[in-house]
Nanobody
Framework: QVQLVESGGGLVQAGGSLRLSCAASGRTFSNYRMGWFRQAPGKEREFVAYISRAGGSTNYADSVKGRFTISRDNAKNTVYLQMNSLEPEDTAVYYC???????????????????WGQGTQVTVSS
């Protein structure tokens, strides 16, 4: 089992940047594929970004491609989400998630992840 704690959220103006962190504890962090998801008020949770165990493979939702970057530091048991050129539509609670299973290609599906953090609020003002 792994425990996940997100941080780095806050209030930012449109066009600004934030970097989210997700610190993991428990089992060996490098055994987990990691994802970031978000949920805006009144909407379903949606995929944002994915990173493989060693960090060599990443994927992004079309809505954030070119603006967001996911990375990880296995030595620090942490995954990051660098968010640039933020838009009001990016306002949501952001969650990191861990997937311990073999790769299925369904990195965009929240049901693929077994462990979740508590979320961190990101608010982008116009």
């Amino acid at each position: 089992q792994v425990q996940l704690v997100e941080s780095g959220g806050g209030l930012v103006q449109a066009g600004g940047s934030l970097r989210l962190s997700c610190a993991a504890s428990g089992r060996t962090f490098s055994n987990y594929r990691m994802g970031w998801f978000r949920q805006a008020p009144g909407k379903e949770r949606e995929f944002v970004a994915y990173i493989s165990r060693a960090g060599g493979s990443t994927n992004y939702a079309d809505s954030v491609k070119g603006r967001f970057t996911i990375s990880r530091d296995n030595a620090k048991n942490t995954v990051y989400l660098q968010m640039n050129s933020l838009e009001p539509e990016d306002t949501a609670v952001y969650y990191c998630a861990a997937d311990p299973s073999a790769y299925t290609g369904r990195y965009y599906f929240d049901g693929s992840y077994d462990y979740w953090g508590q979320g961190t609020q990101v608010t982008v003002s116009s």
